[in-house]
């Protein structure tokens, strides 16, 4: 089993900042890419960034300029730095890891919980 806990969400004021963390831990024997999603209230989860285990990145649109997504393999650990937040990054945020548990089995994508961010105007 794998588990994912995310922290660090909570309430901001509009252009404040706040940082996301997601640890993994349980059966891992290797993890590719992590990343980060959220679900606004009446919409779909969509993906925010994503870093790949070359540590390449991507990021929707919307937050290019804005958020910075990090890993710390050693610690199976992916963050998110979020600054110049705005109402529109309100929503659940939850983190996502592509995860081998032993050298035959095949990646699976495990979720956290989710860790709702909130931005006030």
């Known amino acids: 089993q794998v588990q994912l806990v995310e922290s660090g969400g909570g309430l901001v004021q509009a252009g404040g900042s706040l940082r996301l963390s997601c640890a993994a831990s349980?059966?891992?024997?290797?993890?590719?890419?992590m990343a980060w999603y959220r679900q606004a209230p009446g919409k779909q989860r969509e993906l925010v960034a994503l870093?790949?285990?070359?540590?390449?990145?991507q990021y929707v649109d919307s937050v290019k300029g804005r958020f910075t997504i990090s890993r710390d393999n050693a610690k199976n650990t992916v963050y998110l730095q979020m600054n110049s937040l705005n109402p529109v990054d309100t929503g659940v945020y939850y983190c996502?890891?592509?995860?081998?548990?032993?050298?035959?089995?095949?990646?699976?994508?495990?979720w956290g919980q989710g860790t709702q961010v909130t931005v006030s105007s």
């Open positions: 349980g059966s891992i024997f290797r993890v590719s890419s």
């Open positions: 870093i790949r285990n070359t540590s390449i990145r």
């Open positions: 996502n890891a592509m995860v081998q548990t032993t050298w035959v089995d095949s990646m699976a994508s495990y």
